[in-house]
């Protein structure tokens, strides 16, 4: 681990870097939101049955559950420069395309490799902003990366809407292409971000991180102070995900994640036909805006989750959200024919109170796991929770047509339940521990899961 990258001071450089990396969350909230707008033109334009709405709206969050797997364990092997530009240039090609479609089998191959660009974004962006950031300042600004992604989708209601009003429901085309001018603006802003020194000191390249910490953060760093947490680079990968060290943090990682997103992706891409159910009015206005401002709600309760994680700790605030997350969902199961307004209310209650596990959907694995497979850690928990949203998603319409809203909010509830128990047993506690650190067990004074990898000795040449 290194002192000097830990106790640095907070500088400009870290706040263009955390904007840099804040773009693929912010574009996964836009690219997965807007297909939810897109859909009320798309739908009648394109003849689509239940099911075919379904497949275009899971399309990218299978690709994501690829994407994240695969390309975190490239991110390990190459490191982070390369595909922090790359992933974008992927989305900018499948934006632009998906204007000229008009057959569901090329949408849905087009959402489902934008799945995979924005999966692949997730292990790159967030390890290389864990790797420069101050112990002092990391779960604040890691955990604010899942605000760029409420922004994301709350814009992309606001530009849907604002397509819908101007220019009707066949403007679907130019709302799914729309993801463009983001992609473009965010190739710009992370010009010239650089290497991770963690990463460049972990495969041999001590003298290269040396010079790119003096250079971004005016001081001269013990080459040394880089070597510690290495695992060797025979050992990374999946497999090593589940060996005794880190089985079950990996497992913790992804289960709550999943158990998080499966009913909040649901809700996002199909909240128009979640509050219809419960009786509200049709219309651009309500579909949109009234899904929107869920969205707004889920933004708004991330920033009192962001102070709590560092002035309570990550386990008490995950185990409390999860459990406080249930109390909206049920009685909606119970009372299925509740005002639309009650409704609203309570799926704006449960949109706040998910605010703990949103900022510590990326602060978690990236305190639990060493440079050498940070990514790949990264990217297996997020390809893990969109085993979640893919079949919630693909399931809600069904669910609301073939069981009811009643049990289909049972379900959501159930679900969050299952997140709360794996919070209990297995949630570690991250603050204040240095990056590549063995972190306080759950309950524990220490067994073989929680257990230090051996370092790496360090080479001659840096001693």
């Known amino acids: 681990m290194s002192r000097t990258i830990d106790n640095a001071p907070y500088t400009a450089f870290h706040r263009r870097l955390a904007l840099a990396c804040s773009g693929g969350p912010l574009l996964d909230g836009y690219i997965l939101s807007i297909v939810g707008v897109a859909l009320i033109g798309m739908r009648p334009d394109l003849g689509l049955s239940t099911a075919e709405v379904s497949l275009i709206g899971a399309a990218a969050l299978v690709g994501m559950f690829v994407g994240g797997a695969l390309f975190g ?22 934006s632009v395309l998906s204007f000229w479609v ?38 604040r600004l ?53 290497e991770s020194p963690r990463w460049l000191a972990a495969n041999g390249r001590v003298g290269d991180a040396v010079r790119v910490v003096e250079k971004h953060l005016g001081v001269r760093v013990d080459g040394r102070e880089l070597m510690p947490e290495a695992v060797g680079a025979a050992r ?63 933004l708004l309760g991330c920033y009192p989750a962001l102070r709590l994680i560092d002035a309570l700790g990550r386990r008490p605030v995950i185990i409390w959200s999860f459990a406080l997350m249930t109390v909206p969902l049920a009685p909606l199961g119970v009372w299925p024919t509740a005002p639309a307004a009650v409704a609203l209310t309570a799926l704006c209650a449960y949109a706040f109170l998910c605010g703990g596990p949103n900022v510590l959907d990326w602060t978690y694995p990236n305190e639990l796991f060493p440079t050498e497979i940070r990514a790949t850690a990264v990217g297996v928990a997020t390809s893990v929770s969109r085993i979640g949203a893919a079949v919630g998603t693909y399931l809600l319409p069904l669910s609301l047509t073939g069981l009811g809203t009643g049990p289909t909010m049972l379900i959501a509830a159930g679900t969050t339940a299952l997140g709360l128990l794996v919070c209990v047993l297995w949630a570690e506690e991250t603050r ?32």
Request: aromatic share 10%; charged share 10%.
């Open 102 to 139: 008009d057959a569901v089998w090329a949408i849905t191959v087009l959402r489902f490799v934008l799945g995979m660009a924005v999966a692949a974004d997730y292990p790159i962006a967030t390890s290389l902003l864990a790797e420069w950031l101050p112990a002092k300042h990391r779960g």
């Open 73 to 94: 364990v490239l991110t390990d092997r190459i490191g982070r420069e390369v595909m922090y530009t790359a992933d974008l240039l992927v989305m900018v090609a499948c």
């Open 236 to 298: 990374r990968g999946l497999r090593l995900l589940m060996t005794p060290p880190y089985r079950r943090r990996t497992l913790f990682c992804g289960l709550f994640f999943l158990c998080q997103v499966g009913p909040l992706f649901a809700m996002l891409t199909f909240g128009p036909q979640i509050l219809s159910s419960f009786g509200m009015p049709g219309g651009t206005v309500m579909e949109t805006l009234g899904t929107g401002l869920i969205s707004l709600v889920f």
């Open 432 to 463: 204040g521990t240095a990056l590549g650190a063995t972190p306080t067990p759950a309950g524990t004074a220490g067994t073989a899961d929680t257990a230090a990898v051996p370092a790496q000795r360090v080479p001659e040449a840096v001693r």
């Open 142 to 194: 890691l955990g604010q990366q899942i605000v760029a992604w409420y922004a994301g989708s709350v814009l992309a209601y606001v530009v849907g809407y604002l397509f819908l009003e101007l220019a009707g429901p066949g403007s679907w085309r130019w709302m799914l292409a729309s993801s463009t001018v983001l992609c473009v603006v965010f190739l710009v802003i992370r010009r010239g971000s650089p």
